[in-house]
């Protein structure tokens, strides 16, 4: 069993829409994170949490939230989707004993606002 | 500019090639370097830590100049199986979370 899991894999939804990306991983990590990948932009940092109900903005976190309710989930909402944010969506755990760590991704959501 | 800027590729070799990327970095503060593989629609793995003395890791080498900021990875001997976007990973480290994926150098090995 994969140790990131990201559900859903897939989602096509209209502008306006809200929308919860659900992060779950059962690598016992502290620090989780979301990302968003376009092409030719790199991963792009939306929020991060180091420990429950801890959050962090990240470098695009506009339009965006999250919510950290327990270690093993972290979930990424679009309140009002609109087209711009279509994407791919990832999310990663680290654990917590160093400066930097290995990031551990999920496999990725594939989101398309129409 | 972008912090952490790469050339995008692609890279096509042959098999058994020699390849390497490079990979420049913009802030000095910058703490720490990695070069993380993802493989196509794939999540991104990390392939490495880069130091300042270099460091192998079989096929595998990675550089770090801190004087003129920037990162590399050599592969030698290129296999099929390389084939791949390879990313450029630097942690600035200071004051928080500061982290920068570069946009990646995808390679295509062919046989």
């Known amino acids: 069993d994969a140790d990131v899991t990201q559900t859903p894999r897939n989602r096509i939804t209209k502008t306006g829409k809200r929308i919860m990306l659900e992060c779950s991983q059962t690598?016992?990590?502290?620090?989780m994170y979301w990302y968003r990948q376009d092409p030719g932009l790199g991963l792009r940092l939306i929020y991060y949490s180091f420990d429950v109900k801890d959050i962090n903005k990240g470098e695009i976190s506009d339009g965006y939230s999250v919510s950290r309710q327990a270690q093993a989930k972290f979930s990424l909402s679009l309140e009002s989707a609109i087209p711009n944010q279509t994407a791919l969506y990832f999310c990663a755990t680290s654990d917590a004993s160093g400066n930097y760590n290995e990031q551990f991704f999920g496999p990725g959501t594939r989101l398309t606002v129409l | 500019r972008k912090e952490v800027e790469q050339d995008p590729g692609p890279f096509n070799v042959p098999e058994g090639a020699t390849v390497a990327f490079n990979c420049t970095y913009s802030?000095?503060?910058?703490?720490?370097f990695f070069w993380y593989r993802q493989d196509c629609r794939k999540e991104p793995k990390l392939l490495m830590s880069?130091?300042?003395s270099g460091n192998e890791d079989g096929r595998f080498t990675a550089q770090l100049n801190r004087a003129s900021q920037y990162i590399s990875l050599l592969i030698r001997d290129s296999k099929l199986s390389d084939s791949a976007t390879y990313l450029c990973?630097?942690?600035?480290?200071?004051?928080?979370?500061?982290?920068?994926f570069g946009a990646g150098t995808r390679l295509f090995v062919k046989a």
């Open positions: 990973v630097v942690n600035r480290g200071t004051g928080g979370f500061k982290t920068i």
């Open positions: 880069v130091y300042s």
């Open positions: 802030n000095s503060a910058s703490q720490s």
């Open positions: 690598k016992g990590h502290d620090r």
